[in-house]
Each structure stands twice: as structure tokens, then as C-alpha cells.
């Protein structure tokens, strides 16, 4: 009796359903693998932008300009054997400017490696302002001396290879050239820094920096002019373009034809405009909300960096379409959307009288997990869009032709092709919408199991349908 009983349960449709539920969770292994591969590929391909990238010029934050005042102080060193040394020691006067005003304009390229391609830009950036370095003085305590003449003019960027030409500062009426600034500090045997053979003297001391390169210009003592200045750089770079707020009042306008601008960093914009033909932007930032002070000292083998914080901001220039990112969203909910196509199989079993078999539903769910393949694939090619179209078609196509000739046509066909077809348009619904993406989800949850459960109400789960 008992072996008639369990032989009539593996006969029923509950023991039919509770397989549908046992394949949906074994067809989350071949899901997983997809998860892997498109990681894989999203990662190859971030790989090469940043190749892409580096070649060209990498992510660009500019940060300048400011005075650069060594300062020393004489002391004695007492060494090991009793005899007494004198040392000079030396610390660097940083001097930001009163006012700073920036106006970048940036020009778009895109370079291509393979079948991936990075999004690249030239840019102009115009400094202007002046700085008041009379005050300054107040910082030099007793016993130090200030090499006022010694002073120089700094610009930091990330990354000085991108250059696209020697450039130079308007200083007291005449053009000084820039010279690569030396990464951190380097004396001769007798104390003093090196010289270069095309600047005006000694050096000033350089601080060491965590990250990028210095521009610096020998602009003698600052404080017997009005401070104005004026100079541009010319750059390469990639992905990103970032201006730290050195000024007392720091105003910036970046202009570009990318249509697509995520704005970043510490400051949003105070107004923007965007359009198909690029963007503009301005920035207006108060010395109070910059985050750090106007002048400060950076002692011997400190670093200029961490003094200026994290302040940059400006923009990004975004890829408002990542195939990568949809392909894995689709992927996460790739699960429901088997379970749904199971579903849609058995209601179509049950509609029709017709049965099928366990690796019938299997070869339903690996074609599901074709077309995810076939869309990360298509979407390398042509874009997401058109590869979601391609492979949705081709699979309604097949799914529906397999359906109708397992059940023997009819409403069968019909009812296959409207189940998948539906299917797939909402999940193409849930990748446009993202921000309600978890509503429509939850609400296409909710009344999938509402119509499993009218249109199985009368469902004797225990009845052998032999």
C-alpha cells in the first residue's frame, strides 16, 4: 500500500512541481558561471581603459598655484666622538593665493583597443588670481630666516607625462618658464640643494608628495609686487578631471563637449548646464569651506599633500551605457526569471492536458542561460539594446517552437509565445528602470504566484495523472 502510495505521489503534479522548484535551484550553477565570465570581461575591460589611459594620461587632479618660501633655521649637532656640528635646517612657507580663478575647457576623444574603448580628453586649464604674501611673515619666527628670493611659484598635477608642451607664467610683467620640481629633497655633500642649469639660482626645498608631479617657477621675492598672476596648462588625461580650491574665494568653469558629466569631489556645482553638444560648470568655493588654512609651513621631508586634504572636486566624464553593468544586473535577477519560465511551461502543461518531461523544463532553463551568454556576447559586438533584441528574439523564437511541438501545437503556441514574449519585455523593463527596479520586481513576484495559485486552485496535487 505504502509503495503504491509514493509510486502515485511521483506520478502526481505536486511531485511535478516541487521538481520545477529542485531544477530552478540546480540551473543556479550555470548562472553562477555567467556571473564569473562577465566579471571576467568587465574586468579585462576596465584593464584596458586604464591602459588606454595611462598611454594618453591618466585621471588629472590640478592643484595650484602657491608660494613656496624656504625657511631656515641654524642649529648644532652634537656627534658621537663629542665634536659639535652646525646644521642648518629647513622647512618650506606655503603660501596659497587671496583669489583663484580657473577656466578649463576640455575636448573629448575616443581610443578604441579591440572591441573596448576609452573615453580620453585634451584640456585647457587658465589660471589666474593674485596672491598677498605680506602677511606671510608673521609665520617666520625668531631665529629663522626667510629666503624671500629664493621663492617660487608651484602648480601640482597627477600626472606631468600628459604635458602637451613647456609652458610658463606671467609674473611682474614678463614670462618665467617652468621647470620640473625636484619629488622630495636632495643635497649636495655640502648642504645645499642642486641646481638646475636653466633656474635662476638655488633651488627652493621641495616637500616630498604622496602621488603626482610639481611645476615650479623661480619668481625672486613675492612680496614687492601685487602678486597677479597668469598662466595655462596644457593636458592630456583620462576619465577624470579634478581642481583643488587653493584660493581664498576659489571660482571654476570647466566647459566640454561630453554630453554625459558626473559631477564629483568635494563640492558640487553652483550651476550647469548640459546638452547633447557637452556641458558647462562653475564652482564658487569660500576660504572657510576649502578645509584647510591660507599659509602653513611644511617641515623637512613632510608632505605638501595631506595639507591640502581631500578637497577637489569637478567631473567625471561617465559611460552612461555599460553593457557590463546591465548584462550583471540582468544576471542577479536571472533565477526569478528561470523559475518564471518554469512556471510558464507548467501552467501551459496544465492548460493543455499535455505532459512533460524533467529534462524537457532542463533544456528550457539552459536555453535561458544561452541567452544570457548570447547577450554579453552580442553586446561586446553592437551594444546592449540591439544584443538584447537579438537575443531575446532568437530565444522566444526557439523556446516557443519547443513548447508548441512538446504539447502539440495549438493554444499551446500562442500561449508559449505571449508567456515569453511578456517575459522578456518586463525584464527588459526592470534593466531601463533602475531606480524602481526592486518595486517592479517585488510587484512581478508577487503576482506571478497570485496567478499560479488562481489558475491552480482545483489542482488535486495528489491525483496520479496516469
Not at 608651484?154 to 614678463?174: H, I, L
Not at 584647510?292 to 578637497?311: E, I, R
Request: aromatic letters at 12%; a neutral charge.
Amino acid at each position: 500500500m505504502a509503495d503504491a502510495v509514493r509510486s502515485s505521489f511521483w506520478r502526481s503534479k505536486g511531485a511535478g512541481f516541487l521538481i520545477l522548484i529542485l531544477l530552478t535551484v540546480v540551473m543556479t550553477i550555470p548562472l553562477l558561471m555567467l556571473g564569473v565570465i562577465t566579471s571576467e570581461r568587465q574586468s579585462y575591460s576596465n584593464q584596458t581603459i586604464r591602459e588606454v589611459g595611462g598611454v594618453w594620461g591618466a585621471p588629472q587632479s590640478l592643484a595650484g598655484p602657491f608660494l613656496m618660501v624656504p625657511v631656515q633655521r641654524a642649529g648644532v649637532l652634537t656627534q658621537a666622538d663629542g665634536k659639535v656640528v652646525p646644521t642648518v635646517e629647513t622647512h618650506t612657507l606655503v603660501i596659497t593665493p587671496d583669489t583663484l580663478r580657473v577656466e578649463i575647457d576640455a575636448q573629448t576623444q575616443t581610443r578604441s583597443r579591440g572591441i573596448f574603448e576609452a573615453t580620453v580628453y585634451t584640456a585647457k586649464a587658465v589660471f589666474s588670481g593674485a596672491f598677498d604674501a605680506i602677511d606671510a611673515e608673521n609665520l617666520i619666527n625668531a631665529g629663522e630666516t626667510a629666503l624671500w628670493d629664493k621663492a617660487v611659484l608651484a602648480a601640482k598635477v597627477s600626472d606631468s607625462r600628459a604635458f602637451e608642451n613647456n609652458m610658463s607664467v606671467s609674473w611682474k610683467g614678463e614670462d618665467i618658464a617652468f621647470e620640473p620640481a625636484f619629488a622630495s629633497e636632495t643635497r649636495l655633500a655640502n648642504g645645499a640643494f642642486p641646481a638646475s642649469p636653466n633656474y635662476k639660482g638655488s633651488r627652493a626645498y621641495a616637500p616630498n608628495f604622496r602621488s603626482g608631479s610639481m611645476l615650479q617657477a623661480a619668481i625672486g621675492d613675492p612680496r614687492d609686487v601685487d602678486g597677479a598672476f597668469d598662466f595655462a596648462l596644457n593636458i592630456r588625461g583620462s576619465a577624470r578631471l579634478h581642481v583643488s580650491p587653493l584660493g581664498r574665494k576659489t571660482d571654476v568653469k570647466i566647459s566640454s563637449d561630453w554630453p554625459h558629466p558626473s559631477f564629483d569631489g568635494a563640492f558640487l556645482p553652483k550651476s550647469r548646464s548640459i546638452s547633447d553638444a557637452g556641458f558647462k560648470a562653475s564652482w564658487s568655493v569660500p576660504y572657510l569651506a576649502r578645509g584647510f588654512p591660507a599659509t602653513w609651513t611644511v617641515p623637512q621631508n613632510g608632505h605638501l599633500g595631506s595639507a591640502m586634504g581631500n578637497s577637489g572636486f569637478g567631473v567625471s566624464f561617465y559611460q552612461p551605457v555599460n553593457f557590463y553593468q546591465k548584462v550583471e544586473r540582468s544576471l542577479k535577477y536571472a533565477v526569478l526569471f528561470v523559475g518564471l519560465s518554469f512556471l510558464t511551461v507548467f501552467l501551459i502543461e496544465g492548460a493543455t492536458g499535455k505532459r512533460t518531461h524533467a529534462i524537457q523544463y532542463l533544456l528550457v532553463g539552459l536555453a535561458e542561460c544561452v541567452f544570457f551568454l548570447l547577450l554579453l556576447a552580442l553586446s561586446e559586438q553592437i551594444g546592449f539594446t540591439p544584443a538584447y533584441l537579438i537575443a531575446a528574439g532568437a530565444t522566444i523564437v526557439l523556446l516557443t517552437g519547443y513548447v508548441a511541438t512538446a504539447m502539440g501545437g495549438g493554444k499551446a503556441t500562442w500561449m508559449a509565445f505571449a508567456a515569453f514574449a511578456t517575459l522578456y519585455g518586463f525584464l527588459y523593463l526592470l534593466l531601463q528602470s533602475q531606480d524602481y527596479a526592486l518595486l517592479i520586481g517585488a510587484v512581478a513576484a508577487f503576482l506571478s504566484i497570485a496567478v499560479t495559485m488562481v489558475a491552480t486552485r482545483n489542482v488535486n496535487w495528489w491525483a496520479d495523472e496516469n
